[in-house]
């Protein structure tokens, strides 16, 4: 990108414009109260557009004087007060990219306009114009260079959304190309555990797809490669087919996410990602996943609010995944004696797994092994705030008050907060009328 120049110019981005020569901030024509550090900042990216500006030099602009070392705090402070007022995320740039141990970097697509200094040619003819008349037509002129440019910010910042909140996504298992089985399906399911995150983005559920399968005269828990994950799109009248890849080139990692329509094969969004050596491949699918979620349409405050990382709500390990992930494939075709044991080597593996720990319990239960699948739910509730995401903290939560304390009403409480937060989860409204069931509030029920 070049960098700016003019004097006077106004430096748009997204909902924001710039004026660099008055030092202004305003977001879709109306003023934005900025304080003075984190302006200073914003203007010192803006004339480097794209280019790394060090903490050094940011120390020399904001803070000129003070060693290097004094100012560490208030430049994370300014970064921080800059990225609320642009509604930027450090997990998820758009416009201010964190270069790790060194600076920062303007990232946003950056346009200019200039504001025009001198007033145009006179006809042959016509009478010099006044000074009030030059101050009124530069003020007409840059008014009109201001209303063209929120004319082209309103309409690039409300871009049609590729999905709705209605629109169902079917997910295919990864195109493995790295000769690993462990990326077979751990990709896919962790995948799944990021995207239920989502209150927007609503997935085709395993129950729905493994029933698809059967009509398809398929196995529950086959393979979902792209064509039959076409199949069961169209079947499903879904709307969209969100496909994985991943490659690998000597330690380092690539891999790409592609929604694309059913129906008519048109990609709808597409997400590429690195990782720097397999222990960095699920957190770099986490921040794939979650630039997708933006494209497709999500928010950012969903994505901020809804977005743990997903080497946190699963795990470090990937042979705890594999287990895991061979656990949830065992279960629909053979049932959940035949599942547990994938699951407690996931547990095994990493004693903090809680996703893990939520299959296992109320598959005790499922085989009347009551007490042993008390104890882990019980083991799922004590890791819920570090180690599950908000829906899964929510199930937890409630089998924990519904049958570790017998609390129904604390239950209650948490099946109405999921089903709030997410109401296209069919479990939560299940056993909420489950629980008004057993408490004798059949109209509820």
Same mark, same amino acid.
């Given at each position: 990108m070049a960098q700016t120049t003019d004097t006077g110019a106004i430096a748009r981005f997204g909902e924001f414009e710039v004026d660099l020569r008055q030092a202004s901030v305003g977001r879709n024509g109306t003023p934005v109260a900025i304080q003075e550090k984190p302006l200073q900042l914003l203007l010192a990216l803006l004339h480097k557009p794209g280019q790394l500006v060090s903490r050094e030099e940011l120390c020399g602009r904001l803070w000129p004087g003070e060693t290097f070392g004094a100012f560490e705090d208030g430049l994370n402070t300014a970064v921080r007060k800059l990225r609320i007022v642009l509604g930027d995320s450090a997990e998820v740039p758009q416009f201010i990219e964190t270069v790790p141990k060194r600076g920062y970097r303007f990232i946003g697509t950056l346009e200019h306009s200039t504001q025009p200094e001198t007033a145009p040619a006179l006809e042959s003819g016509s009478k010099p114009e006044s000074p009030r008349h030059r101050r009124l037509a530069k003020v007409l002129s840059v008014a009109a260079a201001l209303a063209i440019a929120m004319a082209g910010v309103l309409h690039s910042s409300h871009p049609h959304p590729a999905l709705t909140e209605k629109d169902v996504i079917v997910l295919t298992d990864f195109s493995n190309r790295t000769g690993e089985p462990v990326f077979d399906s751990t990709l896919r399911d962790s995948l799944a555990i990021?995207?239920?995150?989502?209150?927007?983005?609503? !997935?085709?559920?395993? +129950?729905? *797809?493994?029933?698809?399968? &059967?009509?398809?005269?398929?196995?529950?828990?086959? @393979?979902?490669?792209?064509? !039959?994950?076409?199949? +069961?799109? *169209?079947?499903?009248?879904? &709307?969209?087919?969100?496909?994985?890849?991943?490659? @690998?080139?000597?330690?380092?990692?690539?891999?790409?996410?592609?929604?694309?329509?059913c129906q008519t094969g048109e990609t709808l969004a597409a997400v590429e990602a690195e990782a720097k050596g397999r222990d960095k491949v699920l957190q770099s699918l986490g921040q794939a996943a979650n630039s997708l979620r933006l494209k497709l349409g999500e928010s950012l405050p969903s994505l901020q609010n809804h977005s743990k990382p997903l080497e946190e709500v699963t795990t470090s390990s990937l042979e705890a995944l594999q287990a895991y992930s061979d656990g949830v494939a065992v279960y629909p075709r053979k049932g959940a004696a035949e599942a547990i044991p994938f699951f407690r080597r996931a547990t095994e593996l990493d004693p903090n797994f809680a996703a893990a720990y939520t299959y296992l319990g109320p598959l005790y239960g499922n085989l009347g092994e009551i007490s042993t699948g008390i104890e882990y739910i019980r083991k799922a509730y004590e890791l819920r705030d570090r180690r599950l995401t908000a829906l899964e903290k929510y199930i937890v939560s409630a089998l924990y008050y519904q049958q570790v304390t017998g609390e129904l009403p604390k239950a209650i409480e948490q099946y109405a907060l999921l089903i709030k937060i997410y109401p296209r989860y069919y479990w939560g409204h299940n056993n909420l009328g489950g629980v008004y069931r057993d408490r004798g509030m059949f109209d509820q029920a």
């Amino acid at each position: 990108m070049a960098q700016t120049t003019d004097t006077g110019a106004i430096a748009r981005f997204g909902e924001f414009e710039v004026d660099l020569r008055q030092a202004s901030v305003g977001r879709n024509g109306t003023p934005v109260a900025i304080q003075e550090k984190p302006l200073q900042l914003l203007l010192a990216l803006l004339h480097k557009p794209g280019q790394l500006v060090s903490r050094e030099e940011l120390c020399g602009r904001l803070w000129p004087g003070e060693t290097f070392g004094a100012f560490e705090d208030g430049l994370n402070t300014a970064v921080r007060k800059l990225r609320i007022v642009l509604g930027d995320s450090a997990e998820v740039p758009q416009f201010i990219e964190t270069v790790p141990k060194r600076g920062y970097r303007f990232i946003g697509t950056l346009e200019h306009s200039t504001q025009p200094e001198t007033a145009p040619a006179l006809e042959s003819g016509s009478k010099p114009e006044s000074p009030r008349h030059r101050r009124l037509a530069k003020v007409l002129s840059v008014a009109a260079a201001l209303a063209i440019a929120m004319a082209g910010v309103l309409h690039s910042s409300h871009p049609h959304p590729a999905l709705t909140e209605k629109d169902v996504i079917v997910l295919t298992d990864f195109s493995n190309r790295t000769g690993e089985p462990v990326f077979d399906s751990t990709l896919r399911d962790s995948l799944a555990i990021g995207l239920e995150q989502s209150p927007f983005l609503n !997935v085709l559920s395993d +129950i729905k *797809v493994n029933q698809t399968l &059967k009509l398809m005269g398929r196995s529950p828990g086959d @393979r979902i490669s792209q064509d !039959v994950g076409r199949e +069961i799109c *169209v079947r499903t009248s879904s &709307k969209a087919l969100l496909t994985g890849s991943i490659s @690998r080139l000597d330690s380092q990692y690539a891999m790409e996410l592609k929604a694309i329509n059913c129906q008519t094969g048109e990609t709808l969004a597409a997400v590429e990602a690195e990782a720097k050596g397999r222990d960095k491949v699920l957190q770099s699918l986490g921040q794939a996943a979650n630039s997708l979620r933006l494209k497709l349409g999500e928010s950012l405050p969903s994505l901020q609010n809804h977005s743990k990382p997903l080497e946190e709500v699963t795990t470090s390990s990937l042979e705890a995944l594999q287990a895991y992930s061979d656990g949830v494939a065992v279960y629909p075709r053979k049932g959940a004696a035949e599942a547990i044991p994938f699951f407690r080597r996931a547990t095994e593996l990493d004693p903090n797994f809680a996703a893990a720990y939520t299959y296992l319990g109320p598959l005790y239960g499922n085989l009347g092994e009551i007490s042993t699948g008390i104890e882990y739910i019980r083991k799922a509730y004590e890791l819920r705030d570090r180690r599950l995401t908000a829906l899964e903290k929510y199930i937890v939560s409630a089998l924990y008050y519904q049958q570790v304390t017998g609390e129904l009403p604390k239950a209650i409480e948490q099946y109405a907060l999921l089903i709030k937060i997410y109401p296209r989860y069919y479990w939560g409204h299940n056993n909420l009328g489950g629980v008004y069931r057993d408490r004798g509030m059949f109209d509820q029920a």
